[in-house]
């Protein structure tokens, strides 16, 4: 069992930052890929980026190529995303999850463990 605690969302303006934290507890944080996925009312849940256990492998939806950045630290047992010049479409709310299949998983189903979800809102 791994239990997943996002913070740091908010509302921000277009064109502003933030840096959303997800803190992993339970099991050996370090042998899980992670995800942060968002999800918009009446919107399936999509990726957003990705990211190996060895931090050395990442993946990122084309529409936040070069604005986000996954990252991670196994030592705090926590992976964040970095998120620059947030475009209103950013908005949603965004879950971070783990999973310990091997290969980097894109699909929401591949991971095991979901935390609660952080809402991003993003106005124009």
């Known amino acids: 069992q791994v239990q997943l605690v996002e913070s740091g969302g908010g509302l921000v303006q277009a064109g502003d930052s933030l840096r959303l934290s997800c803190a992993a507890s339970?099991?050996?944080?370090?042998?899980?890929?992670m995800g942060w996925f968002r999800q918009a009312p009446g919107k399936e849940r999509e990726i957003v980026a990705a990211?190996?256990?060895?931090?050395?492998?990442?993946y990122y939806t084309d529409s936040v190529k070069g604005r986000f950045t996954i990252s991670r630290d196994n030592a705090k047992s926590t992976v964040y995303l970095q998120m620059n010049s947030l475009k209103p479409e950013d908005t949603a709310v965004y879950y971070c999850a783990a999973d310990l299949n091997n290969g980097l998983g894109l699909a929401t189903s591949r991971y095991d463990y979901w935390g609660q979800g952080t809402q991003v809102t993003v106005s124009s």
């Open positions: 339970g099991r050996t944080f370090s042998r899980y890929d």
């Open positions: 990211i190996a256990w060895s931090g050395r492998i990442t």
